[in-house]
């Protein structure tokens, strides 16, 4: 354990500040596509990595609960953003931080004496054993602009100095919503871009206003990246035509099916690798590598494809308006494909205190994120934390 000497600032300094913030659906080769002036600065005076790995599945629940926790799934319990957890029920992009299985970044910090805030995170909303954010903004509401957040984050920095959070955690639009609705490729990935980043400047600007880089550290990361797809497998189609009742939850590249009869999980495995593009699995069976099975809330049995397919049940309307709108050339994106496809790729960038501008990051992990932001802090990395500090980022501190 850290000694107290140890994570106190130096005689005579404030406390550091860090402000991660996590933009939904960026790709590392979207930052190439225009000028993007805050990012871009992130770039040349800090540090920027080849890429961000997710951990699997690369979706958003899963992705947030790892970069605050420090671990994958099957230990933080998010498998997906819907599941069933065999005793609790249904989980459904749920706001309780009683899911989390693993201590999150924002209590890890306060239970060390570290106040802090969140505006939108997931699993942030409620105390977590106990223990939750100082500040926190409550509940998630997906039409709050990124010109609010800026705007709390600053007035939290404003705060005086024994009452101002020194972690700070939100969650931003980024380019999910467009990259969903029009593709990876489509120009409106550009303009989503170029807002987000304005706003980014914004903060920076406030920053330079405050002369307080020498105790804050900004971090941009996303949780994952996006493919396009144009066709859409029913697993649950195929499954009740064959008489397999079952529960699918799927989300892009990965799918759940829970079984009303689970000793048919072996058929229903059977049954799903003879179609063209999918593979699947029992949920005991699935690679160890991806640290994906979770004895209560990973489906009997878990199927996977790759882009440009996914799994996703349209009902007739849905169908003729996908069909019409392929026919225009319209395209559509998604994700939760293997974390090492070069699309599912997240971003990461830092700014400020402890960066060594223009170190050679490589591809951290997402698991990596907790530990770089609690060396920041001076504090130890959340309790079930299994990445590792990375390199170029708070090492002198």
């Known amino acids: 354990m850290l000694l107290p000497l140890l994570i106190a600032p130096a005689l005579g300094a404030e406390a550091p500040t ?4 996590s933009w939904d659906g960026v790709r590392p080769d979207y930052l190439e596509r225009a000028e993007f002036s805050a990012l871009e600065r992130m770039a040349r005076e800090g540090v920027r990595a080849e890429r961000l790995i997710p951990v699997w599945p690369p979706n958003t629940f899963p992705n947030h609960a790892a970069l605050a ?20 029920g249904l989980f459904s992009y749920e706001a309780d931080g009683d899911w989390l299985e693993a201590e999150p970044l924002w209590a890890a910090a306060e239970r060390q004496g570290v106040p802090a805030a969140t505006f939108f995170w997931v699993g942030s909303e409620t105390d977590w054993h106990g223990t939750g954010a100082r500040y926190r903004k409550a509940p998630f509401d997906s039409s709050v602009s990124e010109s609010e957040k800026v705007d709390q984050i600053l007035a939290w920095i404003d705060l005086p100095e024994a009452e101002r959070p020194r972690l700070v955690m939100s969650w931003w639009h980024g380019t999910d919503g467009v990259g969903h609705a029009s593709g990876p490729a489509h120009p409106a990935v550009a303009r989503q871009l170029a807002a987000q980043d304005r706003e980014l400047g914004r903060l920076f600007a406030g920053l330079d206003e405050r002369g307080i880089w020498d105790r804050t550290t900004v971090i941009v990361v996303s949780d994952h990246g996006m493919a396009e797809v144009n066709e859409a497998i029913d697993l649950g189609a195929v499954l009740g035509a064959d008489g397999i009742r079952a529960r699918v939850m799927s989300g892009g590249g990965v799918a759940h099916v829970y ?3 689970p000793t048919r999980a072996g058929l229903t495995v059977r049954r799903l690798n003879a179609i063209a593009g999918v593979r699947a ?5 699935l690679p ?14 878990v199927a996977f494809t790759d882009p440009p397919r996914t799994f996703y049940r349209l009902n007739g309307m849905e169908r003729t308006w996908v069909m019409f709108r392929g026919l225009l050339g319209h395209k559509r994106g998604t994700h939760g494909y293997d974390p090492e ?8 960038l830092a700014l400020g205190r402890g960066v060594s501008p223009g170190h050679e990051l490589g591809s951290p992990r997402a698991i990596d994120v907790a530990p770089t932001v609690a060396r920041l802090l001076g504090i130890e990395a959340p309790a079930s934390s299994e990445g ?5 980022i708070g090492e002198g501190r």
């Open 18 to 21: 860090v402000i991660l913030l």
């Open 69 to 88: 926790t420090g671990t994958y799934a099957d230990r933080h319990g998010i498998v997906n953003n819907r599941f069933l957890d065999r005793d609790r």
């Open 259 to 261: 079984l009303e009869d």
């Open 281 to 285: 699995f029992s949920g005991p069976e």
């Open 288 to 301: 160890a590598e991806l640290r994906g099975h979770h004895p209560r809330r990973t489906g009997d049995v």
């Open 341 to 348: 496809h070069p699309e599912m790729a997240a971003v990461f």
């Open 388 to 392: 590792s500090p990375i390199a170029g």
